[in-house]
């Protein structure tokens, strides 16, 4: 069977080699004669898939030994929440840096917990495309934390710095861009994503969060909602997202064996190079967003001519090339090319790209 090139935003697209391997070990896990999905999250097997899960994480991004990593649910909308219960204590503020739909959804569920000021928000009459200045980035100096989105999936806008916010907590959303290349976690307070978009199938969030940054005085905090809860109980508080936490680990697993963040990074690169080529090269596709923080993982694009977007993701899909829909709030096409999209995949678009042109131009 060919299976498709898959361009989902999320849950998206997973390497081929580890659904194969999940598929031999579905029924009978290394000789246990059990699947994971019917393991007890305590039983000594998921331990060391959950160990060994944790421990592949840390190697690939280098977490620092003061840094916790929770695998807990509620995807990364929770945190949205979770992230100013826990950490909106001291000072009662926070900053917000809005790039996207993302950024804007997180300040607004901010707001509901203390307040929010919004030091940078790049929206116009044209949308989301663009990242602030470095340099106009002012941090309010009581703030308990400052929050940005390094990748802003919908609209295709990827911060080129990390913002330096001194002794100020940073907290990223990386739902769309964790693993996609290395970085220095001991910039960031806390760093979550939602899994399904390049970690693993839906149902499990990543948390890595700085020792220091786990509240233990939270009284009126949910036991579900406070990190310390998790932090305490190796995110087995209650029953963690088992079947998806041992998918992540054999893409973990993948990561290594493909050499690495560096590696990954460089093949992502090459992709996202392709693919901005061919838009840019025609002026028959279009891509808005300025060249210094355009996305290497969702890449946007639309049509000089309107008229012709349908047939283009409908002959798409029949070329086996799917999910290319940009999303309802943008409209456009939006191909995601995560790190499990092979540069066939890539290669195959931009064909199929020149090839429309061709026709349609
Ligand atoms: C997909 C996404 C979300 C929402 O994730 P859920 O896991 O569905 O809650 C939030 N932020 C970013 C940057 C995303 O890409």
Redesign the pocket.
């Known amino acids: 069977m060919k299976r498709v090139f898959n361009f989902s935003a999320?849950p998206a697209t997973l390497p081929e080699e580890v659904l194969i391997q999940a598929k031999e070990e579905l029924l009978d896990w290394h000789g246990s004669k059990m699947s994971v999905m019917e393991m007890s999250h305590r039983s000594k097997e998921f331990l060391s898939i959950a160990e060994e899960s944790e421990r592949d994480l840390r190697e690939l991004l280098s977490v620092p030994s003061n840094y916790k990593i929770l695998f807990i649910q509620g995807?990364?909308?929770?945190q949205f929440s979770m992230v100013p219960l826990n950490l909106m204590t001291k000072n009662g503020g926070a900053d917000y840096i809005k790039t996207g739909t993302?950024g804007k959804k997180a300040a607004q569920e901010a707001q509901a917990y203390g307040q929010v000021k919004i030091i940078a928000d790049t929206h116009t009459e044209k949308g989301f495309l663009s990242e602030p200045d470095a340099e106009s980035l002012v941090f309010s100096k009581s703030a308990d934390y400052i929050h940005y989105?390094p990748?802003?999936?919908i609209e295709g806008v990827e911060f080129s710095y990390v913002p330096d916010t001194g002794d100020l907590p940073l907290v990223a959303?990386m739902?769309?861009t964790i693993l996609s290349r290395p970085i220095d976690i001991s910039q960031f307070g806390i760093i979550y994503a939602?899994a399904?978009?390049n970690i693993g199938p839906a149902g499990l969030?990543i948390v890595i969060i700085r020792e220091d940054l786990i509240n233990k005085s939270l009284t009126k905090v949910p036991t579900m909602l406070r990190y310390e809860t998790h932090s305490n109980n190796q995110s087995m508080y209650n029953t963690p997202p088992t079947y998806s936490w041992y998918l992540a680990g054999l893409v973990f697993k993948w990561l290594i064996k493909k050499g690495g963040l560096q590696s990954i990074s460089e093949a992502n690169k090459s992709k996202a190079d392709l693919l901005y080529s061919v838009i840019d090269s025609s002026k028959f596709y279009n891509n808005p967003v300025e060249k210094i923080c355009r996305s290497k993982m969702n890449i946007t694009f639309t049509l000089a001519n309107k008229d012709l977007q349908d047939k283009f993701i409908s002959h798409a899909h029949d070329e086996g090339l799917v999910a290319l829909k940009g999303h309802r709030s943008v409209g456009g096409m939006r191909a995601s090319i995560y790190n499990a999209m092979p540069l066939e995949g890539v290669r195959a678009l931009t064909d199929f790209m020149s090839e429309f042109e061709r026709k349609n131009g």
């Open positions: 999320g995807g990364a909308t929770l993302w989105t990748n802003e999936t959303d739902s769309s939602g399904q978009k969030t």
